[in-house]
């Protein structure tokens, strides 16, 4: 008895099988591939996250007071492993008062002028530290009206999406004290 | 019972193709993860790091040349010099000796950082090579592990 074959052939049902294979792949993929661009972006701090420490071999990290305002001095210092350290293009710095209501933040990059009223201690032209550059560890100065207890130190790394950089979490942090 | 005729791939095909199929994911997801995924490096099995604290040398400075006796038991590959001025530490230059051996003293010149020159009050930073199975890189130890020079 002749059976009378119904449906697709193979070959079509096969291309038709490949391009919903071909279909899924590309799919998912324009899904897959962002999601895990922006995952990896969000890890670029990862290598960073204690790569800035306030450093008390200069012996500063306080303030003093005179006509109204406090005078901050602090020293930051770049870790000792030099990997990856060329991407690092920058530092916050965030100041924090009592309770932490009220903060102040300047940021400072190699070569361009620095933003928020902080200024290089020791007439140094604008720089980080950098382990393998130039210096290994740098103060800052800053003036304000305000009293502020706490400093911490950010990281900002190159971001091919921002040519600002991207501020990573805090390096570091020290309650300031009165300069002796 | 009439003869079914069998159609598609043969189960040995199948088997080889899922087997292909995972070799060459298991080959992309390794490609990608040892290209992200930074080596650590190490120093006798242990984080670079670590063989820093158990640096033991000498240093002295006579002109532009640096004398160096490693005292400890850690190969140093050389030395950064730096010195503190007023609120930083500045790097003035460097000099490397290959591999210097426990017991072992050399002599070298300074590659100085542009415009730096021998100062006083400076520290020699020891550099040693951290490991991994690919290469070795040098490694500079935190200033706390200097001597005065």
């Not at chain 1, 919903?20 to 995952?39: E, H, M, Q």
Request: include cysteine.
């Amino acid at each position: 008895m002749m059976i009378k074959k119904r449906g697709l052939s193979v070959v079509v049902a096969s291309m038709l099988l490949i391009l919903l294979a071909v279909s899924g792949v590309v799919i998912i993929g324009g899904y897959l591939i962002p999601f895990t661009r922006d995952s990896l972006d969000n890890t670029a701090c990862f290598d960073f996250r204690d790569y800035f420490s306030f450093d008390d071999s200069l012996g500063f990290n306080c303030y003093s007071q005179s006509g109204g305002k406090n005078n901050y001095v602090f020293s930051v210092r770049a870790r000792a492993d030099n990997s990856s350290a060329e991407k690092v293009i920058g530092l916050n710095v965030r100041f924090l008062t009592l309770g932490g209501d009220g903060s102040s933040i300047a940021t400072v990059k190699k070569g361009s002028a620095i933003v928020g009223g902080l200024t290089m201690h020791g007439g140094i032209s604008p720089d980080i530290p950098k382990a393998g550059g130039a210096y290994s560890a740098l103060s800052y100065d800053y003036a304000s009206g305000v009293l502020y207890e706490t400093v911490e130190v950010y990281p900002i790394i190159q971001d091919p999406k921002n040519l600002d950089g991207k501020v990573c979490e805090k390096s570091d942090s020290i309650k300031l004290i009165k300069c002796k | 019972m009439g003869l079914i005729k069998k159609r598609g791939i043969s189960p040995v095909v199948a088997t080889v193709l899922l087997i292909s199929l995972a070799l060459v994911l298991a080959m992309i997801i390794f490609w990608w993860a040892r290209s992200t995924i930074k080596e650590q490096e190490l120093k006798f099995g242990a984080p670079v790091g670590e063989a820093c604290k158990d640096i033991k040398f000498n240093a002295d400075i006579s002109g532009e040349n640096i004398r160096i006796n490693n005292l400890g038991n850690v190969p140093i590959y050389g030395v950064e010099i730096r010195r503190k001025i007023s609120g930083a530490v500045e790097r003035i230059g460097s000099a490397t000796f290959g591999t210097l051996q426990s017991g072992a003293g050399t002599v070298k010149k300074i590659e100085f950082a542009p415009g730096k020159e021998v100062a006083s009050d400076m520290i020699a930073v020891p550099i040693i090579l951290g490991e991994t199975a690919r290469y070795t890189k040098p490694f500079i130890c935190p200033e706390e592990f200097g001597e005065p020079v």
